[in-house]
């Protein structure tokens, strides 16, 4: 069984502390971790922080190039990061294939935003005792990022802070998902054999305790976090004197009227609400149908979701395969169950084993219910219907979440009416909000955090304006 190393200054090193990972579908070993301490992450910190004087002065061809490597690399060892998501997250492995290739894209935006990180002249003459004058505004990168990553996308959104981060000339600590290190450790293998300056990727799985230095430590500049909103809010008020970048999930919503292309409109919210085991922070959760179509969408909705097939992540036909750990689906099965004590009906799955889920539609759930109200991140659906569509626009806005929400019409009144009343950070018309790209602007409102991801917008984050005012008198 691989035995995986901490990445410190451009080296591998050891720990006294080493860890099974093992497969959340079987329990099977899949490798051996090393394990952070404390003191590993100051060193890796010390590291990333020498090493900024290097990666701030590289050029954006350098930069570029580094970049276009870590990408090709990323190609060149596709099956065996899709087979280290699968067995450590238990995605399925057609979705895993994507989740790399999205990865390789994602550094190859990276690698063409290096080459525009501009600026703009702007005229200060425009007081008569600023004759003369005129200034220089651009971007300059922060220094030390700190990166906390989840165990949903362990290859991708790890890509998303690191990419932009480098293409900026930040240097980086990334503390992986504990469910799900071995991901960034071959990607860290990538990017070291690309020729990225010693310190300036630093990998240290390790437990929140030993990382809370990565939030208060005066040598970090920029926190990005994507993960639950308990712990990311506490991860702000302790870094509270730094840039925060938070991603925290949400409880993502879809509206169908009657004028939308209601066959495409199943196809998608079956994918939507059900692609890997609903664990996505853009996952649907709630489906609001407009009394008329309701019947016909329910019809062709549960005979769609009754087709998927539910099991082992490394087989070619599986759409849906476990939780993460077996404390996550008994969660969803005790709410399941609370939902239906209160009159909720199953229109079909609610079963669990082990940590396998079936893909589950629920009808008639009390809005106050768990289910209803907070992040399930399950492979789990809550169906309402709606007479009009401010009330379907209201009903969506009734969550402490704000990430994005889906808009299935395609009456341009009512689109630009969602776009001006919906209150997250992302509408999606005609599709479900579970689609990303990756260039795009992402990110939430209310309890879905604050800032933004896609690589142009996360540079911004990952930067700093200086303004250079010039007067030659």
Not at 38 to 58: K, M, N, P, S
Not at 273 to 299: K, N, T
Not at 419 to 441: A, C, K, Q, S, W
Request: glycine content about 8%; charged content about 25%; some cysteine.
């Amino acid at each position: 069984m691989a035995e995986h190393k901490l990445l410190i200054n451009g080296s591998w090193r050891e720990s006294s502390t080493v860890r099974d990972i093992r497969s959340p579908y079987d329990q099977s070993p899949v490798g051996k971790v090393h394990w952070a301490e404390r003191g590993h992450v100051q060193e890796a910190l010390g590291a990333a922080d020498r090493a900024f004087a290097e990666t701030r002065r590289l050029s954006s061809f350098e930069r570029g190039q580094i970049l276009d490597r870590i990408s090709q690399g990323i190609k060149s060892r596709k099956e065996e990061l899709a087979r280290s998501i699968a067995l450590q997250a238990g995605k399925p492995i057609r979705d895993s294939r994507t989740e790399v290739d999205r990865a390789a894209l994602t550094f190859e935006i990276a690698r063409d935003e290096s080459k525009r990180m501009g600026g703009e002249f702007i005229p200060l003459d425009l007081f008569a005792a600023t004759k003369g004058r005129w200034g220089l505004v651009r971007r300059f990168p922060v220094g030390v990022i700190s990166a906390i990553t989840p165990f949903n996308f362990p290859l991708n959104l790890v890509a998303h802070k690191v990419a932009p981060a480098m293409a900026a000339g930040n240097t980086v600590v990334l503390r992986p998902s504990s469910q799900v290190p071995i991901t960034s450790l071959l990607l860290a293998e990538i990017v070291t054999a690309a020729g990225s300056p010693a310190g300036g990727l630093n990998v240290v799985p390790s437990s929140y305790e030993a990382a809370e230095i990565l939030l208060t430590d005066d040598r970090v500049k920029k926190v990005t976090f994507t993960g639950s909103p308990a712990i990311g809010w506490e991860l702000k008020q302790k870094a509270f004197q730094k840039k925060v970048t938070l991603e925290l999930g949400g409880n993502a919503a879809v509206v169908v009227e009657p004028d939308a292309a209601l066959d495409y409109a199943v196809s998608r919210t079956v994918t939507g609400s059900f692609a890997y085991a609903g664990q996505i922070c853009i996952s649907v959760q709630r489906i609001f149908l407009q009394e008329r179509i309701y019947d016909r969408f329910m019809a062709d909705f549960e005979s769609k979701t009754k087709k998927l097939k539910l099991g082992d992540p490394l087989a070619e036909d599986t759409d849906v395969g476990p939780m993460i750990d077996e404390d996550a689906a008994r969660k969803i099965e005790e709410w399941i169950g609370e939902a239906v004590e209160n009159k909720a009906r199953i229109v079909c799955g609610g079963k669990r084993q082990g940590t396998l889920v079936e893909p589950t539609i629920l009808e008639n759930v009390a809005p106050q219910l768990r289910i209803s109200r907070l992040e399930a991140f399950a492979p789990i659906v809550i169906v309402s219907k709606y007479k009009d569509f401010s009330e379907a626009l209201k009903a969506v806005n009734d969550s402490i979440y704000g990430l994005q929400a889906g808009v299935f019409t395609n009456d341009l009144k009512n689109v630009f009416r969602a776009y001006e009343d919906l209150e997250v950070g992302g509408v999606i018309i005609n599709d479900v909000p579970t689609f990303r790209t990756d260039h795009m602007p992402y990110g939430g409102v209310k309890q879905s955090g604050f800032g933004r991801e896609g690589i142009r917008y996360a540079i911004d984050e990952m930067t700093e304006l200086k303004l250079m005012a010039v007067h030659f008198p």
